[in-house]
C-alpha cells in the first residue's frame, strides 16, 4: 500500500512513460496482494482512529463558481484511501460538481472556476503545472448515463491503455479489466461487437472496466447506477464491494440505502439559498456512514435521511 | 370524481377541425406532388432529346479527340475528365481546409471566436460562384498557377479547380461542423474522463462518431463540385470546345460548361444540326450522376442517424 503512495508522490511531475509502467506493474502483482488487505481495510474503517486508511485526497476550503454564480462554498473534507465515500444530498447542492473537482473533469466547463486545494497525495491539482489529462489518468470517472463509446467492446476498455502507451498484452488487459468489472463472462464471445448491443448495466460495467483498464488510483462515480434497475444496481453495488480492494471510489448517490450499504464514509451536502436567492451549495456534515445515518450530528442531516426515509 | 357516461358523439371531435385538417393535408399534397410532377417532367425531355441524340449520331463521333460539337464531335470522356480533374482538385482543396474549420468550430474555437466565424463561413457559402469564378480568373491563375506553373495558360482546369475548392470548402465546413457538434458530450466527457487530451479526443472519439455526417458532407461537396458551372466556364476556358486532356494545366471542358456554352451560344449551335440535342445527352448524364451520388448521400446519412 504504502508502496503505490510512494510510486505516485515520486512521479507527478516526472515523465508519463516511467510513471505509466509503474503504475501498470504495481497493479498486477497487487491484484493477489491486496485481496488478503481487503478483510482488513473493511475492518479499520470501522472505527479505531489509529487503524485509519491515509488521506488520498484533502480538499481545503473548495469554493466553487460557475461565472458570477457561487455553486459550492468553503467544503473541506479528507478522502481515505481504498475506502469508498459516498456524497448524498438534495438535488443542486453540488454533488457532481465537487466530484467532478476531483479530476479537474469541470475544466471542460468554460464557466466553471474552482478555488481552494484540492490535494492528491499532497499534491495541489490546481497547482501551476498540473497537466489535467496526467490527473484524470490517475482519478477515473464513471458517470450517471453509461457512455460508452460507439465502437466495440474491445475497443472500448482498451482505449485508454491504448492512449496512454500501454506496451503490455492489451488482450489480457481487456480480459482482465472486464473480469474486474464482472462483466467477462457475459461478453467474452462477442468483443466485437457494438457496446451499444449491451444493455443499460452491462453498459454501465463496461464504462467500469474501461475506467479501471488504466489502472486508475481513484474512481469517481456519479450516480453510476441511477438509470439502472435494482438488480443491475445491486451488480454494480456488490462491484464497487470488491473493487475497494484496489481502489479508491467517491460515489455520488441519491439513493440512501445505497450510500448506507455501499460506503464508509458519507459526506452529507445541503444549500443554502441566499438573500438574492442563490443557491449554494455546502457541506454539511461529513462521518461514517454508520454514525451519519444513526446518529447524525446535525438536525439537517437527521431532517433529510428521515425525511427521506419517511 | 363522479363519472359521467360517454357518447359516440362527444368523441367524434369537431368536424370543423376535421376539415380544416383535410385541407391542410391537401394543400401540402399538391406541393408534394408539384415537385415530383416537375422532375419527371424535367427526366422526360431531357430522356426524349438525348435519345434523339444518341439514336442520330454516329457511334464513333463519342470517341474521338476532343468536345467540339460544331464540328461534329460529341467525345464524352473529355467532358467526363475535365469534370472529375476538376472536382478532384476541388476536393484536394476542400478536404482538409474544411474539415480543419469544422474541427477547429467544433472542438478548438472559444464561444467568442465561434459566434462571429460561423457567420462569415456561412457568407462566404453565399458568395456567388460568378464572383468566384472572376477571383479565380483575375487571382487564382495569374498568382498562383502562373507563379507556380510558369509555362501555364491563363485559362487551366487547375484555376477553375482550385476555385471550386473554395466555393465548397465552406460547405463541408458547415456541414461537418453539424456532425461534430452533434456528437453527444457525454462521448467527449467519456475520453477526458480516461485521460485523453483535445487532440486525440477529436481524432479518437468525434471523429469516428461523427464520420457519416462528414462523408455526408464530402458527398454534398462533391455533387455541387459537379454540378458548379460559373466557376469553370469562365476559368476553365476552352469555350468553344476541348482536346481530351488529363493535364490539369490545360484548358478544359466539363459537363456543365459544355451546357453552357451550348445553351448561350457561345459556342455556335446553328453551325450542327446535333449540338443541340447533345446538350440533352449530356444534361442527362449530369442528371444521372447526381442522383447516384445524391442516393448514396442519403444513405450515409441515414446511417448516421442510427450511430448513437
Ligand atoms: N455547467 C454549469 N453551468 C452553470 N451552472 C451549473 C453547471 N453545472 C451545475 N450548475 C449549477 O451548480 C449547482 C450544483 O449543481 P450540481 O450538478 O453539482 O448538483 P448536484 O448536487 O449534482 O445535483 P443532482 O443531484 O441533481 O445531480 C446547481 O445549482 C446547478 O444549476
Ligand atoms: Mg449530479
Given at each position: ?182 462483466l467477462w463472462d457475459e461478453v467474452k464471445d462477442k468483443l466485437d461487437e457494438s457496446a451499444y448491443a449491451l444493455s443499460g448495466g452491462q453498459q454501465q460495467r463496461l464504462c467500469i472496466a474501461r475506467a479501471i483498464a488504466t489502472s ?68 454539511v456534515e461529513f462521518s461514517e456512514t454508520a454514525t451519519l445515518f444513526t446518529t447524525p450530528e446535525k438536525q439537517e442531516t437527521e431532517d ?7 | ?308
Amino acid at each position: 500500500m504504502t508502496d503505490r503512495i510512494e510510486t505516485h508522490l515520486g512521479t507527478t511531475e516526472e515523465g508519463q512513460m516511467a510513471q505509466e509502467q509503474a503504475n501498470t506493474s504495481t497493479t498486477a502483482s497487487d491484484v493477489a496482494a491486496t485481496s488478503a488487505e481487503d478483510s482488513d481495510a473493511v475492518r479499520t474503517s470501522g472505527g479505531d482512529p489509529d487503524d485509519l486508511n491515509p488521506v488520498i485526497i484533502e480538499l481545503e476550503n473548495v469554493n466553487v463558481y460557475y461565472d458570477d454564480f457561487h455553486a459550492v462554498s468553503d467544503v473541506s473534507l479528507p478522502i481515505r484511501e481504498r475506502e469508498i465515500t459516498a456524497f448524498i444530498g438534495p438535488s443542486g447542492c453540488g454533488k457532481s460538481t465537487v466530484l467532478r473537482c476531483l479530476n479537474r473533469m469541470n475544466d471542460l466547463i468554460e464557466s466553471a472556476r474552482v478555488e481552494g486545494g484540492v490535494n492528491y497525495h499532497g499534491v495541489d491539482l490546481y497547482g501551476p503545472n498540473i497537466d489535467p489529462v496526467e490527473v484524470r489518468r490517475r482519478i477515473g470517472m464513471v458517470f450517471q448515463k453509461p457512455n460508452p463509446f460507439p465502437k466495440s467492446i474491445y475497443d472500448n476498455v482498451a482505449f485508454g491503455p491504448k492512449i496512454a502507451g500501454y506496451k503490455g498484452n492489451m488482450d489480457d488487459l481487456v480480459e482482465q479489466s472486464l473480469d474486474r468489472a464482472a462483466l467477462w463472462d457475459e461478453v467474452k464471445d462477442k468483443l466485437d461487437e457494438s457496446a451499444y448491443a449491451l444493455s443499460g448495466g452491462q453498459q454501465q460495467r463496461l464504462c467500469i472496466a474501461r475506467a479501471i483498464a488504466t489502472s486508475p488510483d481513484v474512481v469517481l462515480m456519479d450516480e453510476p447506477a441511477s438509470a439502472l434497475d435494482p438488480i443491475a444496481t445491486l451488480r454494480i453495488e456488490e462491484l464497487m464491494y470488491e473493487l475497494k480492494a484496489e481502489y479508491t471510489i467517491i460515489i455520488v448517490t441519491h439513493n440512501m440505502q445505497q450510500a448506507g450499504r455501499v460506503s464508509d464514509r458519507t459526506a452529507f451536502f445541503s444549500v443554502d439559498i441566499q438573500d438574492d436567492g442563490e443557491r449554494t451549495g455546502r457541506l454539511v456534515e461529513f462521518s461514517e456512514t454508520a454514525t451519519l445515518f444513526t446518529t447524525p450530528e446535525k438536525q439537517e442531516t437527521e431532517d433529510y435521511i428521515t425525511g427521506r426515509f419517511g | 370524481m363522479t363519472t359521467q357516461p360517454i357518447t359516440a358523439q362527444e368523441l367524434a371531435g369537431d368536424p370543423k377541425r376535421r376539415r380544416k385538417e383535410t385541407r391542410v393535408k391537401a394543400v401540402f399534397m399538391v406541393a408534394g406532388f408539384t415537385s415530383i410532377a416537375i422532375s419527371i417532367a424535367i427526366i422526360v425531355s431531357l430522356a426524349g432529346e438525348a435519345w434523339n441524340f444518341i439514336s442520330q449520331v454516329e457511334l464513333s463521333a463519342l470517341w474521338t479527340l476532343g468536345w467540339f460539337p460544331r464540328r461534329g464531335l460529341y467525345d464524352i470522356p473529355t467532358l467526363v475528365i475535365a469534370t472529375t480533374i476538376i472536382s478532384i482538385i476541388a476536393m484536394i482543396v476542400a478536404i482538409p481546409l474544411g474539415l480543419g474549420a469544422a474541427a477547429y468550430l467544433a472542438e478548438y474555437a472559444t464561444p467568442r471566436a465561434r459566434k462571429w466565424l460561423k457567420p462569415t463561413i456561412e457568407v462566404l457559402a453565399g458568395i456567388p460562384s460568378v464572383v468566384l469564378g472572376f477571383w479565380a480568373l483575375t487571382f487564382i491563375s495569374p498568382e498562383i498557377v502562373q507563379r507556380i506553373f510558369t509555362s501555364s495558360k491563363p485559362f487551366t482546369m487547375l484555376a477553375a479547380g482550385l476555385g471550386v475548392g473554395v466555393l465548397i470548402t465552406p460547405l463541408v465546413a458547415t456541414v461537418s461542423e453539424d456532425a461534430m457538434r452533434a456528437v453527444p458530450l457525454s462521448l467527449r466527457e467519456a475520453s477526458y474522463g480516461l485521460g485523453a487530451n483535445k487532440a486525440t479526443t477529436v481524432r479518437k472519439v468525434v471523429f469516428p462518431a461523427a464520420i457519416s455526417g462528414i462523408v455526408a458532407s464530402l458527398i454534398l461537396a462533391l455533387s455541387r463540385a459537379i454540378g458548379e458551372t460559373m466557376i469553370v466556364f469562365m476559368a476553365a476556358g476552352a469555350v468553344g470546345g476541348a482536346i481530351r486532356t488529363w493535364n490539369p494545366l490545360e484548358p478544359g471542358q466539363t459537363m456543365t460548361a459544355a451546357i453552357a456554352s451550348l445553351a448561350t451560344g457561345s459556342d455556335q449551335v446553328a453551325g450542327e444540326g446535333l449540338a443541340f440535342q447533345s446538350l440533352f445527352f449530356v444534361g442527362l448524364l449530369l442528371f444521372l450522376l447526381t442522383l447516384a451520388l445524391n442516393s448514396i448521400s442519403n444513405r450515409v446519412v441515414r446511417k448516421y442517424r442510427e450511430t448513437y
